[in-house]
């Protein structure tokens, strides 16, 4: 069966021949550039620089995670059935020349390469990255990474820029242009799924193609102003959010007319959760983002056959039944380790109406720090309980981190492959 007809039938809740597997379709399903590097030597792969794959915010390049691009020997040793139509490394669509011009980085004697946009110094204690000037961020976003574990911290953002707004007129004055896409980044991402549609078996996603909570009303208010906001000055809310559906609306039209043949699902990027709860309460998601998430999933249901993707991070089983109701397709990345959402119960609950988008394997407690036969034993329980009846995609919670042993990465999608096989 081929890779992107496993993935569909999953989606549609039907057992394919094997459980579809992803390894960094979604940039938060894949892997530390770091960890990246130890495990291509494990699997004795030739020496070359490893790509730090970049992520993009509207038509805005970013870094943050600092994650390997996964090249096509991993994806295949590895049986991947889904990749990302913004690759840029084989398989990929065409990019422009200046979207493929990198720059070598030696990171403690491991060859990295990053786009040649990102400005690189070093001081004592690691690197700083400096990101090229956009409209949202002028004079560069700013990254230091810590020479001893690679962390990441973000050392300069352009703050919120309607953290002192005080009325609905200062919210019309904002230039909420700056959110929407350019014909040119569409156009390119248009040739690539295409491309990448007629020359491969891979499934496709395009990943983050809006956000509500996380990346409209928390970047442009700042994350603590943004809560207040919905519980005590909702009209400024309200206010926000509906300037943002315009842009969503007029960015989700011009995804949906020029991909919708080539792309089998769109993902939305929200993280709505925390380790111990919902960051704001179903009544008020409910009140808030119902409607409007109606409304964008409503759209691309009407008008493709695109199947709807939602990530967010936490414990989100409370949204579950809402999402559901308005459309949602698939959910990722299942944390599982989060208050209210054990595996047993969330197929119990929503196995049937939902697409489990991964909770394959604890990356903040097992994968780092278990023993390979752990490993396998986890993942083995994971797979069986998301995987009867269709409706799963196997994939990490969120990015493998870079403290993580090589063969655990390979004994989990060695297990997934093996035990995700349907009879």
């Known amino acids: 069966m081929k890779s992107r007809e496993r993935l569909i039938l999953a989606l549609k809740h039907e057992e394919p021949d094997r459980v579809p597997i992803d390894f960094g379709a979604l940039r938060v399903s894949s892997i530390d550039a770091l960890a990246y590097c130890r495990l291509r030597k494990s699997l004795g792969l030739p020496d070359r620089p490893i790509r730090v794959a970049p992520q993009t915010f509207i038509n805005t390049i970013e870094y943050g995670s600092n994650i390997a691009e996964v090249e096509k020997e991993i994806l295949d040793l590895f049986h991947v059935d889904v990749i990302n139509v913004n690759r840029v490394l084989n398989p990929r669509g065409p990019l422009t ?51 001893k574990d690679f962390t990441c911290i973000e050392l300069w953002r352009k703050e919120s820029p309607l953290k002192d707004a005080k009325s609905v007129e200062d919210i019309k004055e904002f230039d909420w242009d700056l959110f929407k896409l350019r014909d040119d980044v569409l156009d390119g991402i ?67 007319d020029a991909i919708k043949d ?15 709860g919902p960051q704001i309460s179903p009544q008020l998601f409910r009140d808030v983002y119902k409607h409007r998430y109606e409304e964008l999933f409503g759209y691309i249901k009407k008008h493709s056959k695109m199947f709807i993707l939602l990530h967010s991070d936490g414990a989100i089983s409370p949204f579950l039944k809402d999402l559901i109701d308005v459309g949602l397709d698939a959910i990722n990345p299942v944390q599982f380790t989060c208050r209210g959402m054990e595996p047993e119960e969330l197929k119990k609950n ?60 390979i004994y989990a999608f060695k297990t997934a492959y093996e035990f995700g096989r349907y009879h």
């Open 350 to 409: 929503f196995g049937e109406q939902v697409t489990f988008w991964g909770g394959g394997a604890d990356t903040q407690n097992v994968l780092p720090y278990a023993k390979p036969e752990e490993v396998i034993k986890h993942v083995e329980k994971l797979v069986s309980i998301f995987s009867p009846g269709g409706g799963y995609v196997y994939a990490t919670v969120h990015i493998i981190p870079g403290n993580t042993p090589p063969e655990n990465i």
């Open 190 to 256: 248009k040739r690539r799924a295409e491309y990448l549609y007629a020359n491969t078996d891979y499934g496709l996603v395009l990943f983050d193609v809006g956000s509500l909570h996380a990346n409209i009303g928390q970047v442009l208010r700042g994350w603590t102003q943004w809560l207040i906001d919905l519980k005590i000055r909702r009209t400024l809310a309200e206010a926000i959010l509906d300037r943002a559906m315009e842009v969503l609306k007029y960015n989700l039209k011009k995804y949906v």
């Open 97 to 147: 020349e200046t979207s493929d011009e990198w720059r070598e980085w030696n990171v403690n004697g491991n060859l990295l390469e990053i786009h040649a946009s990102v400005n690189i110094t070093e001081d004592e204690d690691g690197w700083i990255l400096t990101l090229p000037d956009s409209s949202l961020v002028p004079g560069g976003k700013k990254y230091k990474m810590l020479r």
């Open 262 to 276: 080539y792309i089998q699902v769109i993902g939305f990027a929200d993280d709505l959760g925390t380790q111990e």
